[in-house]
């Protein structure tokens, strides 16, 4: 039953003794007294925001220094904001006129309809070059040449794409800001165009001809075994390096040969690899060396025993094999994907293998194949074809 409002008086909690912990006496519509410890009182306010919908609590001050008449007067000023559009810790700000870029960011962040993983690597990126130096800045203070001078440091270092993605991240939370009325307009737009992403260059990649003197190569090179495992299953699933290695037994069914790979974001489909026999090969093995206990199929190998093998290590394997500056280890894909139009196979089903989204929109909207049995003897026609080129150079599963 909901509390009637003012349902204590000043002798109440006066007299009030703590329960436990903390002891919470209602006064209705989410005020309440909170006893802590043995003479500790003061009023706090409890509610569902309005647009997070989150439960939250404000403290508003201490008894008796705060006396019960303020603090229902209190609770009638965050009563209304409440009910606005706009989070009440924002509104407070406003009327403080303390809305500084952190907090607007992280509310913004918080509640993007995007996967946990993206937000983190957002507000990271913030956090890192942002946050210390204009984190503190009210939003009403920002002008272009102000955060360029962030963004220009950030670029000084090497790191291009990171401004650029930052500059985006900025121009995002202020076209929220705009809409939500915390300012009036968006003057940073123009960074968008400003700091655009670097052209991308295709990923370096060898030819099919080349593929038996590449595995005598690698088929020479001391390895761990595991490593050697990453190698090769990179190779059959035409995957990505870090979907490789941080690749979870969860995910994997051996019974049905799929591999599902959660999707990067809501608006994703799942990425469904079909394992070929060969790569069913190399999990089994990977299951005698180390077992599959661990969460990932490639366990780090250093320090943090918790996490997976880095999406660098077949990088750093083909700087020490001698192909550097030939050979990239996202190049794997670009390699399966020129040897399968070369030999003919079906378009849509080395893009769907390849995990690619398609970019004609009416294409996107009405063609939902899955393609299923055909990707099934896509992937068992590269495998074959991988171990045919490797000649005499043993795969893993033979090897180990």
Same mark, same amino acid.
Request: glycine share 6%.
């Given at each position: 039953?909901?509390?009637?409002?003012?349902?204590?008086?000043?002798?109440?909690?006066?007299?009030?003794?703590?329960?436990?912990?903390?002891?919470?006496?209602?006064?209705?519509?989410?005020?309440?007294?909170?006893?802590?410890?043995?003479?500790?009182?003061?009023?706090?306010f409890?509610?569902?925001?309005?647009?997070?919908?989150?439960?939250?609590?404000?403290?508003?001050?201490?008894y008796?220094?705060?006396?019960?008449?303020?603090?229902?007067?209190?609770?009638?000023?965050?009563?209304?904001?409440v009910i606005?559009?706009?989070p009440?810790?924002?509104?407070?700000?406003?009327?403080?006129?303390?809305?500084?870029?952190?907090?607007?960011?992280?509310?913004?962040?918080?509640?993007?309809?995007?996967?946990?993983?993206?937000?983190?690597?957002?507000?990271?990126?913030?956090?890192?070059?942002?946050?210390? +130096?204009?984190?503190? =800045? @009210? /939003?009403?203070?920002?002008?272009?040449? &102000?955060?360029?001078?962030?963004? *220009?440091? !950030?670029?000084?270092?090497?790191?291009k794409?990171?401004?650029?993605?930052?500059?985006?991240?900025i121009?995002?939370?202020?076209?929220?800001?705009?809409?939500r009325?915390?300012?009036?307009?968006?003057?940073?737009?123009?960074?968008?165009?400003?700091?655009?992403?670097?052209?991308s260059?295709?990923?370096?990649?060898?030819?099919?001809?080349?593929l038996?003197?590449?595995?005598?190569?690698?088929?020479?090179?001391?390895?761990?075994?595991?490593?050697?495992?990453?190698?090769?299953?990179?190779?059959?699933?035409i995957?990505?390096?870090?979907?490789?290695?941080?690749?979870?037994?969860?995910?994997?069914?051996?019974?049905?040969?799929?591999?599902?790979?959660?999707?990067?974001?809501?608006?994703?489909?799942?990425?469904?690899?079909?394992? +070929?026999?060969?790569? =069913? @090969? /190399?999990?089994?093995?990977?299951?005698? &060396?180390i077992?599959?206990?661990? *969460?990932? !199929?490639?366990?780090?190998?250093?320090?943090?025993?918790?996490?997976?093998?880095?999406?660098?290590?077949?990088?750093?394997?083909?700087?020490?094999?001698?192909?550097?500056g030939?050979?990239?280890?996202?190049?794997?894909?670009?390699?399966?994907?020129?040897?399968?139009?070369?030999?003919?196979?079906?378009?849509?089903?080395?893009?769907?293998?390849?995990?690619?989204?398609?970019?004609?929109?009416?294409?996107?909207?009405?063609?939902?194949?899955?393609?299923?049995h055909?990707?099934?003897?896509?992937?068992?026609?590269?495998?074959?074809?991988?171990?045919?080129?490797?000649?005499?150079?043993?795969?893993?599963w033979?090897?180990?």
């Amino acid at each position: 039953m909901t509390k009637p409002l003012n349902s204590l008086c000043d002798l109440q909690i006066k007299n009030a003794k703590p329960e436990g912990n903390d002891t919470l006496l209602c006064d209705g519509g989410g005020l309440y007294v909170r006893i802590r410890g043995k003479n500790s009182k003061s009023f706090i306010f409890i509610y569902s925001d309005s647009v997070t919908k989150k439960r939250c609590k404000q403290t508003l001050g201490k008894y008796p220094n705060l006396s019960l008449r303020d603090a229902r007067a209190l609770r009638e000023t965050l009563t209304n904001n409440v009910i606005s559009t706009i989070p009440c810790h924002i509104s407070n700000a406003i009327a403080n006129k303390s809305l500084n870029f952190e907090d607007v960011a992280r509310d913004y962040i918080e509640n993007k309809d995007i996967l946990q993983s993206s937000k983190s690597d957002e507000l990271v990126r913030l956090e890192k070059y942002v946050f210390p +130096s204009l984190g503190g =800045v @009210n /939003i009403d203070e920002f002008t272009p040449a &102000l955060v360029s001078h962030v963004l *220009e440091q !950030v670029i000084a270092r090497g790191y291009k794409e990171t401004a650029s993605r930052i500059a985006s991240s900025i121009v995002s939370i202020f076209n929220d800001a705009t809409c939500r009325g915390l300012i009036e307009m968006n003057a940073l737009t123009p960074l968008k165009s400003v700091y655009k992403s670097p052209k991308s260059t295709p990923f370096l990649t060898i030819k099919w001809r080349e593929l038996r003197t590449f595995f005598q190569t690698l088929g020479s090179a001391d390895l761990l075994p595991i490593t050697r495992c990453l190698i090769e299953f990179q190779f059959h699933t035409i995957t990505r390096p870090i979907e490789a290695a941080s690749a979870r037994w969860a995910d994997i069914d051996l019974e049905q040969r799929i591999w599902t790979i959660p999707s990067k974001s809501k608006n994703e489909l799942k990425h469904k690899i079909m394992l +070929s026999q060969q790569t =069913v @090969n /190399i999990l089994s093995t990977i299951k005698s &060396l180390i077992g599959d206990k661990h *969460e990932f !199929v490639f366990p780090n190998q250093g320090r943090n025993r918790n996490g997976h093998m880095s999406s660098q290590t077949v990088n750093a394997v083909l700087k020490r094999i001698g192909y550097q500056g030939r050979f990239h280890g996202h190049g794997t894909r670009s390699l399966a994907s020129t040897t399968l139009n070369e030999f003919g196979v079906n378009y849509d089903h080395i893009e769907k293998s390849l995990g690619h989204i398609e970019q004609n929109d009416s294409r996107r909207a009405y063609n939902r194949a899955e393609y299923i049995h055909q990707r099934r003897d896509l992937m068992d026609f590269w495998s074959t074809f991988l171990v045919q080129q490797a000649g005499s150079t043993l795969p893993c599963w033979e090897r180990y």
